[in-house]
C-alpha cells in the first residue's frame, strides 16, 4: 500500500494551511507523523523480504531496495531487464510464492521467493511492476562457521541407507525401490523413479504422477541435472542423469514443503548412484545374453550346458556309450540370501558348487539351470551307475558350513540317454524336471525318469 498520495495531499495543505484550516504546526506534525509511519512500514517489510523492486512496462528496473544486497550494491542494476537478475521468470505476470534462481550482482546464485504484482493504467495496460524477493538458500561464502544452519536431515545416513538398501536385494527392480523406499521416508516426500527407455512402466512410484508433473518431465527430455518447481500446492523436483544405453534415470519427488539446497544436492547424488548401478544391471545383462557361463558360480549356464551336451554326444554315439543328466534341485539355497543376508547366501553357493563338482568326475559337465537347479552330465554313466551316484548324493544331503550351520536337501531327476538315441538336450531337460516333481509327488529323494514323454 502506498503512502505517497497522502505526503502530496499534506505537502499542499502545507503550503495553502488557510484552505484546510490547520494551523501550521498541525501540518507538522501530521507530516512527521506520517513519514514515521512510513519509516515503521518500510523497516517493518524489510524484516519481512531481502529485496523489493519496480520495473517499467518493459520489465527493465527502475526502483530496487535496499541499496546493498548479501554485501554488493544493487544501484547498478537499475536500467536493466530483470532477467538479469532473474532470467527463469516473466516478471510481468504475477507471482505468488514462486521459487526463483537468482543471481546476485555477485557472487554465486541462490534460490529466492518471487513475490510480484503489475499495476495497470486507465486502459487497462501493464505500466510496470512492483515485487519483492526473498532468499532461502545464501551462497555457503556468505555465511561463516557460526551461522551455518544445521541440515534438517543427515544427508550421509540417508546415502548410506539407499546403498544399504541397493545391496541387499539381488533383483535391480526391487534394488531400486528399496533405495527409493529408503530415500524418501526420511524427507516425507513421495516419489518416483523412471527409466526413459521404458518410460511406460515405472520402475518405482509410491503415488501417481500428476499432471503438472507429467508435463514438466516430458518438456525437456534432454536436460540432465535438477530442476525444482511448483505443481499445484506441492513443491516437485525432478533429477536426471545420462545412461549408456542413451536414456535417461528420472528421479521425481514432490512434497507440500519446499526443497533446500542440501536436498537438492542429495536428490542428485542419489539419482548418479540409481543410473550407474541401472546402467551396471543393463550391461551385465547384454553380456550374459551371449556369455555360456553363470557368473555367480562359475558354471556353465543352460545355454552353455546344452552347447556341451551336443558336443559330447556325437563322441558317445561314436564309441556306442550311454549318458545320463541328472537335474539336482537344493531347496532352500536362495531363501539364505534373505535371511542370513547376501554374504552368507553367497558363502552357500560356493560350498554346493564344490560338493556337486565332487560328487561327479573331473571331465563331466556341470551347469547352473536356476537359481537353485543344477543340472550334471555324466559322460558313460548308465543307468546303474547312475542309481548308484545318486544314492551317495542324496544320503547327507549338502551340508551348509556358516554360522550357525545349515543342512540343506538334495532331490535328484535323473533321465539317461542310450547311444544314437534321437533326443535333444532340451528333451533330456524335460524328461528330468518331470522326474524331479514326480519324486517330490512321492516324498522320494531322487527319481529316474524311465521313459520318454
Known sequence: MSLLPDIRSLMSQFVNPSAAGKTQQ????????TLESRERWRSLLYQAVDLVFETDSRGRIILISPDTWLGQPTTPLIGHPFSALCDSVDILQPHTGTPASITPPQGPPLTAILSSCPFHDSEGRITGTRGTLTAVSAPL???????????????IAILAAVTTALRKAIVPRLAAASAMEALLEPLAAE????????????????????????????????????????????????????????????????????WSLPEQ???????????????????????LLDSDYDVSSNLLNWQGLKAEIDRRTRRLDQEVMPATLIIARVPGLTELSK??????????????????????????????????????WMDGGDRFAAAERAERMTAHGIPILIDPPVHLPLQLGLVSREANAEETPESLLERGMLALQEGLAENRKWRFSHEAP
Open 265 to 287: 544436492q542429495l536428490c542428485q547424488a542419489v539419482c548418479s548412484l540409481l543410473a550407474g548401478f541401472w546402467e551396471l544391471d543393463s550391461i551385465h545383462r547384454r553380456i
Open 26 to 33: 498541525d501540518l507538522r506534525n501530521m507530516l512527521a507523523s
Open 141 to 155: 561464502s556468505s555465511l561463516t562457521n557460526e551461522s551455518v544452519p544445521v541440515p534438517e536431515h543427515d544427508g
Open 339 to 376: 535371511t542370513r543376508g547376501f554374504e552368507a547366501g553367497e558363502e552357500a553357493l560356493r560350498q554346493c558348487v564344490a560338493l556337486l563338482r565332487k560328487a561327479v568326475r573331473p571331465t563331466d559337465a556341470i551347469g547352473r539351470i536356476s537359481n537353485n537347479i543344477f543340472g550334471l
Open 191 to 258: 516419489g518416483a523413479l523412471l527409466d526413459t527407455a521404458a518410460p511406460e512402466t515405472l520402475l518405482f512410484s509410491s503415488s501417481s504422477l500428476t499432471d503438472d508433473i507429467q508435463a514438466v518431465l516430458s518438456a525437456t527430455p534432454a536436460q540432465t541435472g535438477t530442476i525444482v518447481f511448483r505443481a499445484g500446492t506441492r513443491y516437485a523436483m525432478i533429477c536426471r542423469e545420462n545412461i549408456r544405453s542413451l536414456a535417461q534415470m528420472c528421479l521425481v519427488v514432490w512434497r507440500a514443503t519446499s
